[in-house]
C-alpha cells in the first residue's frame, strides 16, 4: 500500500515493528464541484439525445412524404 512507511524499532523485545499511513477518499463528491461535474456531463448527453431525436423525426417524416408522393391511394394508413 502507499502512504508514509517507516521501521521503529522496539528496544524491549528486540524485533522492528513497520508502519504506514494510507488516506483513502470514497463516496459522493459533495457541494457544488459534484453538481457542476454531473451538469458537464448531462449537456452533451442531452445534445446527442435531441439531435438523434430530430434526426430520427427529420427522416421519418421525409419518408412519409414520398411515400404518400408515389402512392397516394394504395397505401390504406396514409391519409
Known sequence: M???????RDF????????SRVVVRAGV????R????????WIPFMFLVGGTIGL???IGARA??????????HNPFLP
Open 2 to 8: 502507499g502512504g508514509t512507511g517507516g521501521s521503529v
Open 12 to 19: 524491549s523485545s528486540g524485533s522492528a515493528t513497520t508502519w
Open 29 to 32: 463528491p459533495k457541494g457544488a
Open 34 to 41: 459534484g453538481k457542476n461535474e454531473l451538469r458537464r456531463l
Open 56 to 58: 430520427a423525426g427529420f
Open 64 to 73: 412519409y412524404r414520398k411515400q404518400k408522393e408515389a402512392y397516394p391511394s
